[in-house]
């Protein structure tokens, strides 16, 4: 039977019972009583319209529900195209970034990004593709002949950005997904990021175990429960960052610039901090055991109850301000005073508006 031919029986049975059944059941309620052929027609148009009614109300939910049906499935069969969409523009960027042309690199991750701020589903896919992205083409050492050399001059290194945009753009789609991510794990151990650009970029939870950070601009970026061990960070800016339980055990951070960087909770044992500026710093529970602190501005420092066991200080400079453990003898420890204008670069209130310095001086520590 058609579709047709069986609604138009349905509609003929429900004719029906609209015009016998009011019949039947008045005359059951009246149960062969004495009445009037009008009273008896009056109360059968009465039932007749109440059945009316009821038919009417039964078709608009059945309307209604047919509606709601046709609707999802026209918006499960829009989300099935649009995960095909996107299924197809993944795939098409994965092979980009594997491109010999560095413009179709670039437009592959710029794609990945783009698909993982459409697609919940696909976001740590990109997370991870990115990752190993940089792993893969900036591994430290540097491995390949166009790469500056290991021991090459900070100052011959271009910024990132000149000497391998795609790896830029792949460090900050990064940063920028790891807003609020979890979990907070990021696996970029042993890459090469001199001179890159990371400022605002949200890294919780990464590790950078035994990269090369130096001279990179890490401004106002929230490294919180980081790990940097043995990582290299010479002169690199880290002014108003986030190192909240960050683990930078033997890392090497001399001449970083640490102003008014929150450093609370993290674990500097055995690090060289030789010529660091944490001026204004916050090292609440900071673990500084054994690290080399000598020459390091610590003017308005906040090392009240930071571990400061066999650390070195002699050279340091410190100021009324600095704030030191109970008990703490500084000049004992060779730490010399300092007040006035600072000397050596902005203080900690200047900090503001930064700019990447490119002319970095040599340092008096080195090696």
């Known amino acids: 039977m058609t579709v047709t031919a069986a609604f138009a029986v349905a509609l003929a049975l429900l004719a029906a019972i609209v015009w016998f059944l009011p019949g039947v059941v008045v005359d059951h309620d009246l149960a062969?009583?004495?009445?009037?052929?009008?009273?008896?027609?009056?109360?059968?148009?009465?039932?007749?319209?109440?059945?009316?009614?009821?038919?009417?109300?039964?078709?608009i939910f059945a309307g209604a529900y047919v509606a709601w049906r046709q609707m999802r499935v026209g918006q499960e069969g829009l989300h099935a195209t649009r995960e095909g969409q996107i299924t197809d523009r993944f795939g098409q960027a994965v092979d980009q970034t594997g491109s010999d042309k560095l413009d179709v690199r670039i437009g592959g991750l710029y794609s990945l990004w783009r698909v993982a701020e459409h697609s919940h589903r696909d976001r740590e896919a990109v997370i991870a593709i990115m990752a190993a992205f940089l792993r893969i083409h900036l591994p430290w050492p540097p491995s390949s002949p166009d790469a500056p050399a290991a021991d090459a001059p900070i100052n011959s290194v271009p910024p990132l950005?000149?000497?391998?945009?795609?790896?830029?753009?792949?460090?900050?789609?990064?940063?920028?997904?790891?807003?609020?991510?979890?979990?907070?794990w990021l696996n970029l151990i042993a890459t090469d990021l001199r001179r890159a650009d990371c400022d605002g970029l949200h890294l919780q939870g990464v590790i950078l175990d035994r990269a090369c950070m130096a001279a990179a601009s890490v401004f106002r970026v929230d490294l919180t429960r980081a790990s940097l061990a043995g990582a290299i960070l010479r002169q690199a800016e880290l002014a108003t960052s986030i190192l909240r339980a960050a683990r930078c055990v033997d890392a090497d951070l001399r001449g970083a610039r640490l102003v008014e960087t929150d450093l609370a909770e993290a674990d500097f044992?055995?690090?060289?901090?030789?010529?660091?500026?944490?001026?204004?710093?916050?090292?609440?529970?900071?673990?500084?055991?054994?690290a080399d602190l000598r020459m390091t501005n610590l003017r308005n420092a906040d090392l009240s109850t930071a571990?400061?066991?066999?650390?070195?200080?002699?050279?340091?400079?410190?100021?009324?301000?600095?704030?030191?453990?109970?008990?703490?003898?500084?000049?004992?420890?060779?730490?010399?005073?300092?007040?006035g204008p600072e000397e050596d670069g902005p203080t900690s209130a200047t900090v503001s508006g930064f700019t990447l310095r490119t002319d970095l001086p040599e340092l008096r520590s080195y090696p």
């Open 32 to 59: 062969g009583a004495n009445v009037e052929p009008k009273e008896r027609l009056s109360a059968v148009n009465n039932v007749r319209a109440t059945l009316l009614q009821a038919v009417g109300g039964l078709a």
């Open 161 to 184: 950005e000149t000497r391998a945009p795609d790896a830029q753009v792949a460090l900050t789609c990064l940063g920028v997904l790891g807003e609020g991510r979890r979990p907070e």
């Open 269 to 290: 044992t055995d690090a060289d901090l030789r010529e660091a500026d944490l001026s204004g710093a916050w090292a609440a529970g900071t673990v500084f055991r054994r």
């Open 307 to 339: 571990d400061l066991f066999e650390t070195l200080l002699e050279g340091a400079h410190a100021n009324a301000a600095t704030r030191w453990p109970a008990g703490f003898d500084p000049t004992a420890r060779g730490v010399t005073s300092r007040e």
